[in-house]
């Protein structure tokens, strides 16, 4: 419903917006994107790269959509202790409690359509810049990548077992079961936010941009948890 909710405002912006400027200009951006997720231990480092229009709105403000292919994902560090019966062929009388460590990296490439309003303030070399909006992003391609390690206590060190992986996440599928815990990858194909933004373009055209992106939806398919996405991007333009 809200993905629903959010692609009709997207129509309707665009709708109301489209005949602002008959005369639009056009720039390129890209970058580094930082990114995470809300079940995050810490970020991977990727990129940006697109294309975006300004047209005139008056009094200073520009509305401005953009098209970029934008690398997002996350990676996780945990490491957890469990009694007897953990699973895995492991029973009670085989281990006492164990130590569960999983490291993980995900990285999942988007097409990103940003519909961005934007301030300019002018100065003598060129001016300040700041604005928001939504965005959505279609899911191309993905990986999901790493290992898990059990290992009997109080010797953490003898590992009793180890699985590791590296596959394609399964993109707008839904799991029909859970095979193993690497279905926790699978996404959705449709992710929806809002962006902000904000720099300084320089007279001769060049800009520089530090973005914002908030991810408002569920991306993971099944019932196995939320994630949402989340950037920091740092990018270098150019108006023409």
Known sequence: MLNKITLSAFLLIVGSTASAQTTPTFGVKAGLNFASTTNTTSAITSFSAGAFANMDMGKSVWFQPGIYYSGKGYELHQADMYNAGIGFGLVASDISAARVKNEEKTTINYLQIPLNFVYHKSVKLGSFFIGAGPF????????????????????????????????????????????DYTQFSDIKRMDFGATALAGFAFNNGLLFNVNYDLGLTNIRSGNYGTVKTRIIGFSLGFNF
Not at 160 to 170: E, L, N, S
């Open 136 to 179: 959505a992003s279609i899911a191309l391609s993905g990986r999901y990548k790493g290992y898990a390690e059990y290992s009997m206590l109080p010797n953490q060190n003898d590992i009793i077992y180890r699985y590791d992986f590296d596959r394609k996440i399964k993109i707008g599928e839904e799991p029909e079961q859970m095979e």
